[in-house]
C-alpha cells in the first residue's frame, strides 16, 4: 500500500496515533517518549531497540548504474512510531481479534511490569503550547470567570497581556473580540490563577469549564483552572485538572474512540489498554518541575480538553462516551515496575509486527497486522535531497545499504546501521536517523530501488 508523506499521527494516518510520541524539545527536562499518539512520534527521534545488531544481507543493497542529481528512493516500510512498547493497532487488534482482556494486553506490552490501582485524585499541570509567548484570552459561558488578582468579581472575557516589565496585566471584556473594548484592571508580577466560580471539573455542565479563545475565533473548554507562568525562556499557559479528567481528554485524541463499538465489548478492551497507558505515562512526566508537568502535544500525549465551539459547528465535545467508559473502568490503574515506581509506558501507532524493545523487552505483535491498519506494511516514493543535505560529502546518493539490524522480524528488523555510497564518498548513520530525514515514521524498512 503507497502512502502519502507527511501523515501524521494515528488519527491522522486513519482518515487519510500517533508518532505516536517522541519528546521534542521542551522548556524542562525533554527525553524519548510516546504519543504518541499514535498522533505521537512526532518530534525527536526514537532511540534503538535492544535487539542484538545483525548484518544485513547483501539484498538490502541495490546499485543504481546511473543517479540522478537528486535520485528518488523507493522505501518499503514497517509500522508507524518508535514501537517502544504498546503499539494501538496491536492493542485494537489483541482485543477485536484474539480477544484478550485489557490487563493481559498491557502484561504483554510492557513486560516486567504488574497492574495496580493508586490514587489519583490530584491534579496534572498541563501546558498549552499554542500560547507561548503570547497574550491570550480566557472566557466563562456564564460570566463566572474569577482570577487570583481581582477578588471576588466575576468576568465574561478576560484578556491577560506578558508585559516587557516581567508583569501580566489583566483586562476584562464582553466577548472574545473584545467588542465593546477592554477595561484595564490591574496587573501582576505573579502567576495569575484563572477559574470557574463554584466549578467542579467533573461536572459535564460546560458552563463551569474555562474556555480559551482561539486565534480563529472558535472556543476551547477545559476542566480544572488556568494559570499563567514566567520561566527562564518565557511566558506559559497551564491547565491543572484532575488526573482522571486529563485522561479523558487525551484517550479519544490518542486513540479513535470509534474503536469502542468494534466486535462488541471488545472494542472497549482497546480503549481500556489506552486509558492505562495514558495515566502511567502521565505520572512519570516533569517536564518542567515547578511550573508543569507535562504537554498537551504529541511530544507528550494528545490531550485536547472537553469540548469546543465554532459557528460553523456549533458545540462539540471532545471526550467520548466509549472513551469515557474505559477511563472510568479502569479508574487509578497504573503499570507498576518490580521496584514499585509507576512505568513510563511509552506506545506508539504501529509496531509493524515486532516492538522495538528498550525499556520493556522487544516483542511479537500479533495483533498489529489488521486488514485495515495502513501501517503495518506501507511503501511510497521520497526524494533523497535530505539525505545529501545532510551528507553533503557523499555527492550524489548511488547506492543505500542497511547494513546492521535488530533481528527481529521481516528484511532482519529495524535498522541500527546505514552505509550511504555517493558519487563523492561515503557516509555511516543509523537507521533512525534515516528514518528523520526522509520522514518514514520508522526505523524499520527497506529501500528496494534508487532512480
Known amino acids: 500500500m503507497r502512502r502519502a508523506l507527511g501523515a501524521v499521527g494515528l488519527l491522522a494516518l486513519i482518515a487519510g496515533p500517533a508518532l505516536t510520541g517522541t519528546a521534542a524539545a521542551q522548556d524542562g527536562p525533554a527525553d524519548a517518549t510516546s504519543v504518541a499518539s499514535p498522533e505521537a512520534d512526532r518530534s525527536v527521534t526514537a532511540t534503538l531497540g535492544d535487539g542484538d545488531v545483525v548484518r544485513a544481507d547483501p539484498a538490502d543493497a541495490f546499485d543504481t548504474q546511473a543517479a540522478a542529481a537528486v535520485p528518488t528512493l523507493v522505501v518499503e516500510g514497517k509500522g508507524f512510531g518508535h514501537g517502544r512498547g504498546m503499539g494501538q493497532w496491536g492493542a485494537l487488534g489483541y482485543a477485536t481479534a484474539w480477544q484478550i482482556p485489557y490487563p493481559y494486553i498491557l502484561s504483554h506490552y510492557y ?233 513510563r509506558t511509552e506506545y506508539s501507532a504501529s509496531t509493524g509486527g515486532w516492538t522495538a524493545g528498550g525499556s520493556y523487552p522487544a516483542v511479537l505483535d500479533q495483533g498489529d497486522p489488521l486488514p485495515d491498519n495502513p501501517n503495518y506494511i506501507w511503501d511510497y516514493e521520497v526524494s533523497a535531497k535530505a539525505l545529501q543535505d545532510y551528507f553533503p560529502n557523499i555527492g550524489t546518493l548511488t547506492r543505500i545499504d542497511v547494513t546492521g539490524r535488530n533481528g527481529l522480524g521481516q528484511w532482519g528488523g529495524r535498522a541500527t546501521e546505514v552505509r550511504l555510497t555517493g558519487t563523492a564518498g561515503t557516509a555511516v548513520t543509523d537507521g533512525d536517523t534515516v528514518n528523520w530525514l526522509l520522514g518514514l515514521g520508522t526505523d524499520w524498512f527497506e529501500v528496494t530501488s534508487i532512480r
Open 111 to 343: 513486560g516486567g511490569t504488574s497492574a495496580a490501582r493508586i490514587d489519583t485524585n490530584y491534579d496534572v499541570r498541563v501546558r498549552l503550547g499554542r500560547f507561548d509567548d503570547t497574550h491570550l484570552v480566557l472566557a466563562s459561558d456564564r460570566g463566572a470567570l474569577m482570577t487570583s488578582i481581582t477578588g471576588d468579581q466575576r468576568y465574561q472575557t478576560l484578556l491577560v497581556i506578558p508585559e516587557a516589565n516581567g508583569t501580566w496585566s489583566v483586562w476584562a471584556g464582553a466577548d472574545c473580540a473584545g467588542t465593546w473594548g477592554w477595561a484595564y484592571l490591574t496587573a501582576s508580577a505573579s502567576p495569575v490563577r484563572f477559574w470557574i466560580a463554584g466549578s467542579n471539573p467533573a461536572a459535564e455542565d460546560q458552563g463551569q469549564w474555562v474556555a480559551t479563545c482561539e486565534r480563529d475565533g472558535s472556543l476551547r473548554y477545559y476542566r480544572g483552572w488556568m494559570e499563567t507562568v514566567r520561566t527562564q525562556v518565557g511566558v506559559r499557559l497551564v491547565n491543572s485538572v484532575p488526573v482522571e479528567q486529563y485522561v479523558r481528554g487525551v484517550v479519544p485524541r490518542e486513540m479513535p474512540a470509534s474503536w469502542g463499538d468494534r466486535n462488541g465489548p471488545w472494542g472497549i478492551q482497546a480503549l481500556a489498554v489506552q486509558a492505562v497507558a495514558a495515566r502511567s505515562y502521565v505520572l512519570t512526566e516533569a517536564r518542567a518541575p515547578g511550573y508543569w508537568h507535562t504537554c498537551d502535544s504529541a511530544a507528550c500525549q494528545v490531550y485536547g480538553g472537553a469540548a469546543s465551539w465554532s459557528a460553523s459547528a456549533g458545540s462539540r465535545r471532545l471526550e467520548d462516551h466509549r472513551s469515557d467508559e474505559a477511563t472510568f473502568n479502569t479508574a487509578g490503574e497504573v503499570r507498576l515496575r518490580g521496584d514499585g515506581s509507576i512505568a
